[in-house]
Nanobody
């Protein structure tokens, strides 16, 4: 079992920045990739960014150049630095950890990000 705890969401004005953190605990040796997803009201959950244990990253086209995902393996924590935020970035952001071998997905409880003036 893996537990994920997110922090760092909140209200920010357009053009502002936020950093999300996701701390993993439990059977962390089984984790391969970690990532961030988001879900806006009335929309499906979508991938925002992901990072493998080796450091390879991928991003949704809508956030490329604005968001950066990083991973501190010593702290078992993944971060999402979000810059130049837009109102359309408003959503609940979920941390995800993918288990190597089984492909099982673990999820955090979600953190609200609201971009509004």
């Amino acid at each position: 079992q893996v537990q994920l705890v997110e922090s760092g969401g909140g209200l920010v004005q357009p053009g502002g920045s936020l950093r999300l953190s996701c701390a993993a605990s439990g059977s962390i040796f089984s984790i391969n990739a970690m990532g961030w997803y988001r879900q806006a009201p009335g929309k499906q959950r979508e991938l925002v960014a992901a990072i493998t244990s080796g450091g390879s990253t991928n991003y949704a086209d809508s956030v490329k150049g604005r968001f950066t995902i990083s991973r501190d393996n010593a702290k078992n924590t993944v971060y999402l630095q979000m810059n130049s935020l837009k109102p359309e970035d408003t959503a609940v952001y979920y941390c995800n950890a993918n288990e190597e071998g089984t492909g099982y997905d673990y999820w955090g409880q979600g953190t609200q990000v609201t971009v509004s003036s």
